[in-house]
């Protein structure tokens, strides 16, 4: 059956958010008088959300007296600083030109929040033909719900679409969905094997390889 729809996860696999996350932290971090963290042992929480950014800058739990205003100061942060260094990822801009070229569908499917979602994608000029975020059902990935959701608002079919991802929750997604599944090399988490997805691949670009062979 043939593909006529792209669905994406946000973070890590369609815009690279890390920098800004990071950014944030370690202001807060700053502001706390406390050293920064490095980028790179920031950049794969990332996908788990500013609470686990914060556990890991303040080596706390949500339990602890100051939690809750440092979460909330984390995303203050963020959303001024939301395109201070975030951009699509190398290739990613060809690619989504190839998919309209070829009267496709493309969409996104995140875990983060609405407003962040919609202000980032605002910011960068992004606009997609389906967005489901985080908040949008009751529940997100790994829970098939938000890509069927994303099917029936384009009205197609769970077979005719492609979900790619950087994170294994997106390949569990997928699968429950009956939807392909593509994991990402560049992302933010580290591909394993038995994450089982359909495909593998190493720069945004090669996804064209796969609806050539899909079509």
């Known amino acids: 059956m043939s593909i006529n729809t792209i669905l994406f996860d ?3 696999t369609l815009i690279d958010t890390a920098p800004d996350l990071a950014y944030a932290l370690n202001t807060l971090l700053i502001e706390n008088n406390l050293k920064e963290k490095p980028y790179e042992q920031i ?4 996908a788990f959300g500013g609470k686990a950014l914060i556990k890991f800058g303040f080596d706390c739990n949500e339990e602890h007296s100051d939690f809750i205003d440092r979460h909330q ?3 203050s942060i963020y959303v001024d600083n ?3 260094f975030s951009k699509a990822f190398d290739g990613i801009d060809e ?3 190839a998919i309209k070229k070829r009267d496709m569908f493309w969409g996104v499917v ?3 929040p609405e407003n962040l979602t919609h202000l980032l994608f605002e910011k960068l000029g992004i606009n997609p033909d389906v967005v489901v975020c985080g908040d949008t059902l009751e529940y997100n990935k790994p829970h098939p719900a938000p890509l069927l959701y994303a099917c029936a608002q384009l009205s197609i079919l769970p077979q005719n679409c492609i979900f790619v991802g950087d994170d294994k929750n997106d390949m569990v997604a997928g699968k429950n969905a ?5 994991a990402v090399n560049y992302g933010y ?3 394993e094997k038995n994450w089982n997805y359909d495909y593998l691949i190493n720069h945004p670009q090669e996804l064209l390889e796969i609806l050539n062979g899909n079509s």
């Open 43 to 46: 950049k794969p929480l990332v």
């Open 95 to 97: 690619l989504i030109k």
């Open 178 to 182: 009956n939807i392909k599944t593509v």
């Open 73 to 75: 100061r984390i995303l």
């Open 82 to 84: 939301i395109n201070k």
């Open 110 to 112: 995140t875990n983060k």
């Open 189 to 191: 988490g580290k591909v």
């Open 10 to 12: 946000l973070d890590g």
